[in-house]
Structures are given as C-alpha cells and as structure tokens.
C-alpha cells in the first residue's frame, strides 16, 4: 500500500532526502484514504522556487513549499493529487534557523506540502491550528518532535 511518486530532484543542492523517507513521509500524510494516488514531487533551486512562487501567488521570493492540487475534470477517472514543489536549500536555511536537523524539517515540509494537496490551508486561525495539529501528529507517529516548539 502506497503513493504512486514521482519525484522529480532539479537542484544541485546535495543535502535532501532519499526517495524511500520522503515516500514514508508521503504515506503517512495520506495512507489509507488516497492509496494508489499519483503525487508529483519537484525538488528545485532558488530561482524556480522564486519564479513559481511569483507566477502562481505574487510573491516575488522563493518559499519553502508550492503545493499545486489537481482538479480532475469531471469524467476522467485519473487519481492524480497534485504537485509539491519544495526548494532544497529554503529547507536547509530554515532547519538550520530553527535549530532542526534536516530530516526532520523535509519530512515536516513534506507533510506540510500533502495536507495542502488535501485542502488545508493556515490562512485563517482555526484552520492554522487544524492543519498544524494534524502535521505534529503525523510527525509524532513517525518518531519527530513537535515543529512549532521554539518557533516565533
């Protein structure tokens, strides 16, 4: 039982997972309810991240994570969720400034990346705090610590 990945690594940046953590993070975010789900996931540079991240929401900076959900039109039978694109070294930057270690900050970004996927969103307060309850669970069921400790 699992995400059907494609993964998609674009950057030169040599500190990122391999493919079977972030597939276990993948499942954990999604398993049981989307199995045999399609999940594109697109590791990339500053400068895609920027582009993308200005294209697509206005913001003129490269950000951690880019979650892209896929709408099937109606009548195509295709299991397709969407795609994340997340920037190698924001990832590095941000572990390191919250005092993190690597892994743990992709496997949050990455479970950050699927609740999205799935409709959650921390625009409004309440739905901060849902979607960021279900990351820390996520997170402990695979052994990590609680994200949002100690971050200001």
Request: aromatic share 4%.
């Given at each position: 039982?699992?995400?059907?990945?494609?993964l998609q690594?674009?950057t030169t940046?040599?500190?990122?997972?391999?493919p079977?953590?972030?597939q276990q993070w993948?499942?954990?975010?999604?398993?049981?309810?989307h199995?045999?789900?399609?999940?594109?996931?697109?590791?990339?540079d500053?400068?895609?991240?920027?582009?993308?991240n200005?294209?697509y929401?206005?913001?003129?900076?490269?950000?951690?994570?880019?979650?892209f959900?896929?709408?099937?039109?109606?009548?195509?039978?295709?299991n397709?969720?969407?795609?994340?694109?997340i920037c190698a070294?924001?990832v590095?930057?941000?572990?390191?400034?919250?005092?993190k270690?690597?892994?743990?900050?992709?496997?949050?970004?990455?479970i950050?990346?699927?609740l999205?996927?799935?409709?959650?969103?921390?625009?409004?307060?309440?739905?901060?705090?849902?979607?960021?309850n279900?990351?820390i669970d996520?997170?402990?069921?695979?052994g990590f610590?609680?994200?949002?400790i100690?971050?200001?």
């Open positions: 039982m699992s995400i059907i990945l494609d690594v674009i940046n040599q500190k990122i997972p391999e079977d953590q972030i993948i499942n954990a975010s999604l398993l049981p309810e199995e045999n789900t399609e999940l594109t996931i697109r590791i990339v500053i400068d895609e991240s920027q582009t993308l200005h294209q929401r206005g913001k003129n900076k490269a950000t951690n994570v880019l979650s959900p896929f709408e099937v039109p109606e009548g195509i039978p295709l397709l969720l969407g795609d994340l694109v070294e924001i590095a930057r941000e572990a390191e400034q919250q005092h270690t690597q892994t743990e900050h992709w496997a949050h970004m990455v950050h990346g699927c999205h996927l799935l409709g959650y969103d921390h625009i409004e307060e309440n739905d901060a705090v849902q979607m960021e279900l990351e996520i997170l402990a069921k695979l610590n609680n994200p949002y100690g971050i200001d």
